[in-house]
């Protein structure tokens, strides 16, 4: 693909040239390893040890994750083939092969899902009092109420836009849902096509247990609030059905002949000039629009559908039929989302609360800890969501930002919302007369436009916004406090592994270090002048930065472990990353398993590694855990001696991929407290437990589960084992 575009190298290690198996035999198929990775999520969703609303989140998630799949992945890779660009794999694989083999993938995955929702899924949600119901199913009641609703809160909203020669065939908008109508007239006898488009502004489902008289118009929320039971039900409408019910009121006078559903799917990939870096918004917001008219490169209908409006929609959207994916009712499972947010404790996951890091605890006055403060004890190491997000991170840059003795703030935003408190503060302390940078990534793929909005934002308010360094994207996250005080100015300082978002924080686990020291704030202000200004031959004391250091630093790393092995010391290498498929690093890594180092990688996604094949990787394991928590930190953990006692560990903000090592700007901080350090290596410690559950990765890329030992008991949890452990680490904290 064109953002993971593969090159051929010499494998060199200490000056001397090593014999490896051809590519083909050393690498997996990115494509298809993400493929695998939404199957394991499709697995967690056909867990039945899961909680049933949980296991329905994941199908919600699985078709998120494949709609992304298809506008980013397939769609480049469709784009490159048209153009002739294409070129094969860094495994020898033809793009057509290539896309062959992710078609046949893909629709056996979408055929096990819409299977798993309707043979598995529903029947367990209806035994317990919820339903997703048709028309035929509704009392009279509910039929009054879908009327009501239809008539004051949808019809208003809706446009019909029919098709002849009067009226060309209308643009339809990626992921959208439509109705394909087929309309006759009921004098001549003419059948005509309409699409109407279901607004976006609306529900997918909706809950018309709550339709009990006048009023019921106002029900467009999925009910969260209303108690659900298999004695008190919820029943859900999927908002076509109620157009479909109503469609004589949008062509009065036709008959209707058929309605059926279909979506499609476009290029939705941004390709943005950065020669010009003055005019780079305006580029992007151009380049936004262009995305709304890519190519479609997936068209989804429902069995129903009419073949003349399959033949219409296939010529007027320049489908092939290797691009067309039938499916049963109803399309676009992202909706299973209104429903999986029901609040039925008994079938969701037990409440986990952050707690506040330890060495927050301490520091508490009032209602928030003096964060300050406590980093003028030590540094302070916080993994969310177990701690919390609002008490550390977010409470550092809230204190900044109101507290009179700092002078500067500077932030790298990746992606936040726009309503962020995190944004919120850094506009009050550019109003409140402080300094204020705001390094603004606003090509953060899906984020552009809303990140374009709150750059503008920012600059209204008086905050310097730059875009970062032309021809990169700046992934680092990063904040630098500057604070007059005492002794002169001091800087403190976060690196993270995740966004400054405070909403994905309570979902996505991530790292962040808190520190006052010298020698790191110093290496974050040369990178923020870097960023803001022009300083390419920077060099840094504790932090590796992508792209002239990270992937030569972790190449460093694990050479000298080689060494380590080769010299009969004990070595491990372990690092924990949400994708692996950079060929160099990988290389190395299969050096370093031939010398005798173990390796354990625990990826979430992408992994392009072929482990446990004898002469290459036997030491090399690979494992996978999802949960209710999407695991995104990164950690880097390098070992030596008997007991391991000698030990280098990094956490930061770069995989192992082509894009994160040449054209990101990413940040990885040694860590240096032993406590934090022993923490890193304890995550390991509990991922590789042979009592945790989890996916393991065999050579051919096929990823086993296994949640029960040899006797059937469940195995542990590693998300839940290790909220126990912040727990326990907080009360002894406490004393």
């Not at 009419?306 to 007027?316: A, G, Q, S, T, W």
């Not at 049963?328 to 506040?356: C, M, N, Q, S, Y």
Request: net charge negative; aromatic share 6%; glycine share 6%.
């Amino acid at each position: 693909m064109t953002d993971e575009s593969q090159t051929t190298y010499d494998v060199t290690t200490f000056g001397v040239e090593h014999d490896l198996p051809a590519a083909a035999d050393r690498f997996l198929d990115r494509e298809l390893s993400w493929l695998a990775f939404n199957e394991r999520v499709l697995d967690m969703a056909a867990d039945t040890t899961l909680p049933l609303l949980e296991r329905t989140n994941f199908l919600s998630i699985f078709a998120s994750n494949l709609d992304e799949f298809f506008m980013v992945r397939v769609a480049g890779l469709k784009r490159r083939i048209s153009t002739g660009l294409a070129v094969p794999s860094v495994t020898g694989t033809q793009p057509r092969t290539a896309m062959r083999s992710i078609t046949k993938t893909a629709r056996g995955l979408v055929r096990r899902h819409a299977e798993l929702y309707r043979d598995d899924i529903m029947p367990r949600l209806e035994a317990e009092g919820i339903y997703v119901v048709g028309l035929e199913d509704l009392t009279e009641s509910e039929l009054d109420g879908v009327s009501e609703l239809f008539s004051e809160r949808v019809f208003p909203v809706l446009t019909p836009l029919a098709v002849d020669p009067a009226h060309p065939f209308p643009y339809v908008s990626g992921l959208s849902l439509n109705l394909g109508v087929v309309l006759r007239h009921p004098r001549s006898g003419a059948e005509h096509f309409a699409r109407v488009k279901v607004p976006p502004v609306l529900p997918r489902f909706i809950n018309v247990s709550e339709f009990v008289g006048p009023g019921a118009s106002a029900a467009l929320a999925p009910g969260a609030e209303t108690p659900v039971s298999p004695e008190t039900p919820a029943r859900f409408l999927p908002i076509e059905d109620v157009i479909t019910a109503h469609l004589d009121s949008l062509f009065e006078g036709m008959e209707i002949v058929s309605a059926a559903c279909f979506r499609i799917t476009r290029n939705e990939d941004l390709e943005v000039e950065e020669d010009d870096a003055e005019n780079l918004l305006k580029a992007l917001e151009k380049e936004l629009e262009r995305r709304r008219f890519g190519p479609a490169v997936r068209l989804e209908i429902t069995e129903d559908m009419h073949p003349r409006v399959r033949e219409l929609l296939v010529n007027e959207l320049a489908i092939d039929e290797s691009e067309i994916y039938e499916l049963p009712t109803p399309l676009d499972l992202r909706g299973l989302d209104i429903i999986a947010d029901i609040p039925r404790e008994d079938l969701h996951f037990r409440k986990a609360v952050p707690i506040v890091s330890r060495d927050l605890a301490e520091a508490e006055s009032s209602d928030q800890p003096d964060v300050f403060g406590a980093l003028r004890d030590r540094e302070i190491l916080v993994q969310h969501p177990y701690e919390s997000f609002s008490t550390s991170v977010q409470a550092f840059i809230e204190q900044a930002a109101a507290d009179p003795h700092v002078v500067a703030i500077k932030q790298s935003l990746y992606r936040t919302s726009g309503d962020s408190p995190i944004v919120d503060a850094l506009i009050e302390a550019a109003q409140a007369g402080k300094q204020v940078l705001a390094v603004v990534e606003i090509k953060a793929r899906f984020d552009e436009a809303n990140n374009i909005t709150w750059a503008r934002k920012l600059e209204r308010a008086g905050v310097h916004v730059v875009y970062g360094i032309v021809g990169l994207k700046t992934h680092a996250k990063l904040c630098l406090v500057v604070r007059h005080e005492a002794g002169g100015l001091r800087r403190y300082c976060h690196v993270g592994t995740g966004n400054y978002h405070p909403k994905t924080a309570r979902g996505y686990e991530d790292m962040g270090l808190l520190t006052a020291d010298p020698q790191l704030g110093a290496d974050i202000a040369k990178l923020f002048n870097q960023l803001s200004g022009l300083a390419p031959g920077t060099t840094y004391s504790r932090l590796l930065v992508a792209p002239a250091r990270v992937r030569d630093g972790l190449l460093e790393h694990i050479d000298e472990a080689a060494a380590r092995a080769r010299a009969g010391e004990r070595a491990r290498i372990r690092i924990k990353v949400n994708s692996i498929v950079d060929e160099r690093i990988i290389d190395h890594l299969y050096l370093a398993s031939r010398a005798g180092v173990s390796v354990q990688l625990f990826v979430r996604g992408i992994c392009a590694i072929r482990p446990g094949i004898p002469g290459l990787s036997e030491n090399i394991q690979v494992r996978s855990i999802l949960g209710r928590f999407l695991e995104h930190s990164r950690v880097f953990v390098f070992e030596s001696g008997e007991d391991y006692e000698h030990t280098e560990a990094y956490i930061g903000s770069a995989d192992l991929m082509h894009r994160n090592l040449d054209r990101r700007v990413e940040a990885l901080v040694q860590l240096q407290d032993p406590r934090h350090i022993s923490e890193a290596r304890d995550l390991f410690e509990l991922a590789f437990a042979d009592d945790t559950a989890r996916f393991d990765l065999d050579g051919e890329g096929l990823w086993t589960r296994t949640s029960v030992d040899a006797h059937g008991a469940p195995l542990a949890d590693y998300q839940t084992a290790l909220h126990r452990i912040h727990r326990r680490r907080w009360s002894r904290q406490r004393g």
